[in-house]
């Protein structure tokens, strides 16, 4: 399964990003293999819409799951009108919400957060 991480760096080594649209990189990594590809989330540094355009490059990523922090009301609309399920990520490494993700010990995220939460960096 293609999973999209938010993330602070660009390996399986980097800390978990809990803001989802301001999120730094989103690493999509293959669940079976651990093989990984960067996005670099250009849309981290718009003044709005973020959490919409990160959505959008994360369907486009071909991704079927994400784990991350919060997501904003506006990119849980985008993502709410796919099949692609929310995780709650953990503190720590990309690699350690993959595992925990295998394990089934990641709790759905059902609703959003607060707007503009991740804007207070």
Do not use: W
């Amino acid at each position: 399964m293609r999973v999209a991480v938010s993330c602070l760096g660009n390996t399986l080594e980097e800390s978990l990003d809990k803001r989802f649209g301001r999120a730094a990189y989103f690493l999509v990594v293959d669940t079976d293999t651990m093989a990984f590809s960067v996005i670099d989330n250009a849309a981290q540094a718009n003044a709005g819409g973020a959490g919409i355009a990160a959505a959008q490059l994360v369907i486009d990523s071909g991704s079927e799951a994400v784990i991350t922090g919060q997501v904003g009301p506006n990119a849980m609309d985008v993502l709410k009108n796919t099949d692609i399920v929310l995780y709650q990520g953990i503190p720590g490494a990309v690699y350690d919400n993959i595992v925990a993700f295998n394990q089934n010990k990641l709790t759905r995220i059902a609703s959003s957060g607060p707007a503009h939460a991740g804007m207070g960096r």
